[in-house]
């Protein structure tokens, strides 16, 4: 499995920007994915994740601002991220999950960055 994440980029505070993250390869069964973000000196954290089911999940910093979505015919998962805050700067990354009985595979993409200018 590959995931191809693009949209990165440098906004302005209060601007928006929109991730995408295609998947390809061998994609079966339940699969999670999710974006998760580093910062410059800090541990990566989880910033949102949609499940198979459509169930949706975002970190306290994001409710509000950032939407998460899947095209499961594409095979692609968007976040949607409105109301940048210099805060929201960091490398973002998109995780699938995949799981197969008893056991779960996670695959990343390369990450891509945003910033956000004050």
């Known amino acids: 499995v590959q995931l191809q994440a693009s949209g990165g980029g440098l906004v302005q505070a209060g601007g928006s920007l929109r991730l995408s993250c295609a998947a390809s390869?061998?994609?079966?069964?339940?699969?999670?994915m999710s974006w998760y973000r580093r910062a410059p000196g800090k541990q990566r954290e989880l910033v949102a994740n949609?499940?198979?089911?459509?169930?949706?999940n975002y970190a306290d910093s994001v409710k509000g601002r950032f939407t998460i979505s899947r095209d499961n015919a594409k095979n692609t998962v968007y976040l949607q991220m409105n109301g940048l805050k210099p805060e929201d700067t960091a490398v973002y990354y998109c995780?699938?999950?995949?799981?197969?009985?008893?056991?779960?595979?996670?695959?990343w993409g390369q990450g891509t960055q945003v910033t956000v200018s004050s």
């Open positions: 995780n699938l999950r995949r799981y197969s009985g008893y056991t779960y595979y996670d695959y």
């Open positions: 390869g061998y994609i079966s069964g339940i699969i999670d």
């Open positions: 949609i499940i198979n089911g459509g169930s949706t």
